[in-house]
Antibody, heavy 119, light 113 residues
Framework: QVQLQQWGAGLLRPSETLSLTCAVY????????WSWVRQAPGKGLEWIGE???????NQNPSLKSRVTISVDTSKNQFSLRLNSVTAADTATYYC?????????????WGLGTRVIVSS | DIVMTQAPLSLPVTPGEPASISCRSS????????????VDWFLQKPGQSPHLLIY???YRASGVPDRFSGSGSGTDFTLKISRVEAEDVGVYYC?????????FGQGTRLEIK
């Protein structure tokens, strides 16, 4: 059974750096792309970016200048860093498997990490 | 960016009755190279992460009941529920993945009357 377990700081001050990590269990890490999606309180879903095991990534241009997505294949983990956060970055952040092998879509989601940016 | 527009934004439905959600994209989601249409549908139940219902226009994801179906073409898409059940409440999102950045519709909240 595939599971995504995510963690990271839940409370940040403006201008700090958001850092989240997602560990993949039960799936071949090298066979998929891995994405981050966020959801502001009461709002819809926003795709942040994706990465594969080789470190090849794509990011949303709306966040690209502040986003770094990285991968640690030795631990089957991928990470998100978002710098210079503001209140607008307050959201629940999900790590997601991009099932490029079969459905081509986001078939496995983590439970989400709620991040609040407040002074 | 491709804009995804859903309607309605709120959908009250009586159990046992059908329901339909529309999604319109600002560009065609049909890929002539492989013949696929890259629109997917997700349901986010209250307090949960979203989960995949339909991928590539009309294919049901694993474990999804056959009362859910997806259809459409080009820029106009529909998610249909043949007979709504109480467990179907939540927010439904369409998503396009033919081009980066991947984008979602605003969501349609289905509630039981």
């Amino acid at each position: 059974q595939v599971q995504l377990q995510q963690w990271g700081a839940g409370l940040l001050r403006p201008s700090e750096t958001l850092s989240l990590t997602c560990a993949v269990y039960g799936a071949s890490f090298s066979s998929y792309y891995w994405s981050w999606v966020r959801q502001a309180p009461g709002k819809g879903l926003e795709w942040i970016g994706e990465i594969n095991h080789r470190g090849s990534s794509n990011q949303n241009p709306s966040l690209k200048s502040r986003v770094t997505i990285s991968v640690d294949t030795s631990k089957n983990q991928f990470s998100l860093r978002l710098n210079s956060v503001t209140a607008a970055d307050t959201a629940t952040y999900y790590c997601v498997r991009d099932d490029t092998r079969t459905t081509g879509s986001f078939d496995i989601w983590g439970l989400g990490t709620r991040v609040i940016v407040s002074s | 960016d491709i804009v995804m527009t859903q309607a309605p934004l709120s959908l009250p439905v009586t159990p046992g009755e059908p329901a339909s959600i529309s999604c319109r994209s600002s560009q065609s989601l049909f890929d002539s190279d492989d013949g696929n249409t890259y629109v997917d549908w997700f349901l986010q139940k209250p307090g949960q992460s979203p989960h995949l219902l339909i991928y590539a226009l009309s294919y049901r994801a694993s474990g999804v009941p056959d009362r859910f179906s997806g259809s459409g073409s080009g820029t106009d898409f529909t998610l249909k529920i043949s007979r709504v059940e109480a467990e179907d409440v939540g927010v439904y999102y369409c998503m396009q993945r033919i081009a980066f950045p991947i984008t979602f519709g605003q969501g349609t909240r289905l509630e039981i009357k």
